[in-house]
Each structure stands twice: as C-alpha cells, then as structure tokens.
C-alpha cells in the first residue's frame, strides 16, 4: 500500500521549454504532497509543500513564478517547470502524506529532467 | 528553517562489520526523524525512524538512537552485507507545522565484501 507515481520517470527537452510533472497517489488519498530536487550526489532540497485546493508553500530561493504547483485533487500534484534552462537539469521526486496522517512520507520515484 | 548536518559523508566497512551515521539538527521543535536508504538513480525508502518521546528504536541489524538535548540522532547498522552498499540520509521533521521534511547530506556506505 501507499504507492506514489510519478510520471514521466525521464525526460528530455530543449531550453526554453516547459515541462511538467505529474505526482499521483495511487491507493491513498494526500492533502499535502512535497516536492524536492536533487542533484548529482548531493541530498533531496524541498522545494514546495503542495496542499490541495491552496497555494504551495515555496522554500527560501526558489522561484514560484518558475516552477508551478498545482494540487487540484487529493491523489494528484504537478508541478511545471517554466522556460526550462540547462541549469535545471536534475532529479524531481515528490512525496505524499496519506490523509489524516503526519508521517512517514511516501515517496514516487523520481523524474530525471535534462534540458539541453 | 531546520538545518540538518550528517556525517560522515563516506563510509567504507568490512563485510560483517558495523556502521554507525551521524546527524545533528538545529531546531528543538522537530519531533520526528526518519532514516532513507537510497540506491541511484531510485526513490528513497524509509529503513527506520524515530519520535522525540523515544530514545532508541530497534529494527533486526538496525537502530537509531536520539539524544533531544544534544539534538543529534545517529544510524547504527550491525553485521553489514554488500546489499547495504548505498547512500543513506537522516532527516529532520517538525510534525505539527506542516511535516516538511529536511534532510542531511547524506552517507554513501560501501561494504566491502
């Protein structure tokens, strides 16, 4: 149980392209879903909390007018990522909490983004 | 916000051996701190985790063990096998003002066989 999809696992795509990332929980519903980058080696950075029917909530330093939440359900997020550059290349994973539950978040399996 | 630090940042034991991974928070209201394994390329996968009103918490070959007043938390792995060969990370959590995670660094273990 608790299984979180994330689609699509890899994409390619030209700079200046917007791409987006869809975030699903399966067989649970989830009133807040996370979204998180990471690069090469390093650790998963949390980008946004993503609350259903309201505004995410964005860390320090990163661009909400770049990267796009939406969580219009309570089993989907996406998140968009504007005019994409080649410094924006890196792995995306989301991370869901089931309703009604603080922890553990489940978490997809990941979106490698290369922008050329 | 929370601020996680983790050490070390590699660790090489023998086939059998122990590992032990360290981590320090910043904020004393965070209450839940759970351990990720992590293979490349994949999702991370919870192992173990622990709550504030907890000191230690045992799971076959591994534990975590917490120290509120220093605010540190560390992994321990007993009788290491080569699977165990990965990137681990702590994380930090305040469960009462949005469940953010924050994580550390990370440890990339390689058990030698």
């Known amino acids: 149980g608790a299984v979180v999809s994330q689609h699509p696992s890899w994409v390619i795509c030209k700079s200046g392209t917007s791409v987006k990332i869809e975030c699903r929980s399966l067989?649970?519903?989830?009133?807040?879903m996370f979204w998180y980058r990471q690069f090469p080696k390093q650790s998963l950075m949390l980008m946004a909390t993503s609350n259903e029917g309201s505004k995410a909530t964005y860390e320090q330093g990163v661009e909400k007018d770049k990267f796009l939440i939406n969580h219009a359900s309570l089993t989907l997020s996406t998140l968009t990522v504007t005019s994409a550059h080649p410094e924006d290349s890196s792995f995306y994973i989301c991370?869901?909490?089931?309703?009604?539950?603080?922890?553990?978040?489940?978490f997809g399996d990941g979106t490698r983004l290369s922008i050329l | 916000g929370e601020n996680v630090e983790q050490h070390p940042s590699t660790l090489s034991v023998q086939e059998g051996d122990s590992a032990v991974i360290k981590c320090t928070y910043s904020?004393?209201?965070?209450?839940?701190f759970p351990w990720y394994k992590q293979e490349l390329g994949k999702r991370p996968q919870l192992i173990i985790d622990i709550r504030s009103n907890v000191g230690e918490k045992k799971d076959q070959r591994i534990a975590v063990t917490l120290n509120k007043t220093a605010k540190h938390f560390s992994l321990h792995i007993t009788e290491t096998q080569p699977e165990d060969s990965a990137v681990y990370f702590c994380a930090a959590s305040i469960g009462n003002t949005g469940n953010q995670f924050y994580f550390g660094t990370g440890t990339s273990l390689t058990v030698i066989p």
């Open positions: 991370s869901a909490l089931q309703v009604g539950r603080s922890q553990p978040q489940h």
């Open positions: 067989d649970f519903q989830a009133t807040t």
């Open positions: 904020d004393s209201a965070s209450n839940y």
